[in-house]
């Protein structure tokens, strides 16, 4: 089955303890994003990748870093969380073709993560 | 940074009546994209409109996209109760160095009563 699979699905942390969320897709997508999503303020994305060691901010990047080092996966890493961080966080994949700029994106079921 | 908007933030219907939401973007964009989200949940895609195209349809679903107003409508036609979802549309911004990201709109949340 297609499809975009995100651990773990919830995490209570401390502020200042590393996490990594990991995202994995078996679509064979070069494209693959982080996404928050807060009330009243819909999706913002975090990073994106449209390669293997190609990533790029987004609009909210501050306190996140990530990793393409295999095609499949994108995991988010958090190296010192704080509360404004708590949220529901999404990762999604989706084919890239130069010129056509990002295409449907296929969504994971998403973390919800609280920082205490 | 600054997201698309949408309207209305909420829009409450009965079944069987249409329900219009509206996306204003403010870059060039390649496409842009609708998805659903029951709440809460992961987002699903709905429909995706090129910068060339000004309507398309699928299903009881029509998108317009009017790249000269920077705006987009979608109207689900003859709607059902489990049509209830937040709608967001996003824009897949075109060229320069913001070339890969998608920008989302703040969502319309629909009810539709039975």
């Known amino acids: 089955e297609a499809q975009v699979t995100q651990n773990p699905r919830y995490l209570i942390t401390v502020t200042g303890k590393k996490l990594t969320v990991t995202c994995s897709q078996n679509m064979n997508h070069e494209y693959m994003s982080w996404y928050r999503q807060d009330p009243g303020l819909g999706l913002r994305q975090i990073y994106y990748?449209?390669?293997?060691?190609?990533?790029d901010k987004g609009d909210v990047p501050e306190g996140y870093k990530v990793s393409r080092k295999e095609k499949r996966n994108f995991p988010l890493i958090l190296e010192s969380p704080s509360p404004n961080q708590t949220s529901l966080y999404f990762c999604?994949?989706?084919?890239?073709?130069?010129?056509?700029?990002?295409?449907?994106?296929?969504f994971g079921p998403g973390t919800r993560l609280l920082v205490l | 940074s600054q997201q698309g908007e949408e309207d209305p933030q909420a829009l409450s219907i009965q079944e069987g009546e249409n329900a219009t939401m509206n996306c204003s973007y403010k870059?060039?964009?390649?496409?842009l994209q609708w998805y659903r989200q029951n709440s809460g949940r992961g987002l699903v895609h709905l429909i995706l409109?090129?910068?060339?195209?000004r309507e398309k349809h699928s299903g009881r679903l029509r998108v317009t996209l009017d790249t000269s107003k920077k705006s987009s409508s979608l109207l689900i036609t003859a709607s059902r109760a489990a049509d209830t979802a937040s709608y967001f549309c996003?824009?897949?911004?075109?060229?320069?160095?913001?070339?890969?990201?998608?920008?989302f709109g703040q969502g319309t949340i629909l009810t539709v009563h039975p």
């Open positions: 870059t060039s964009i390649n496409n």
């Open positions: 999604a994949s989706s084919p890239y073709f130069a010129g056509e700029g990002v295409e449907t994106q296929y």
């Open positions: 409109i090129r910068s060339n195209e």
């Open positions: 996003a824009s897949a911004n075109a060229g320069g160095t913001s070339y890969g990201k998608l920008t």
């Open positions: 990748s449209m390669n293997v060691e190609v990533t």
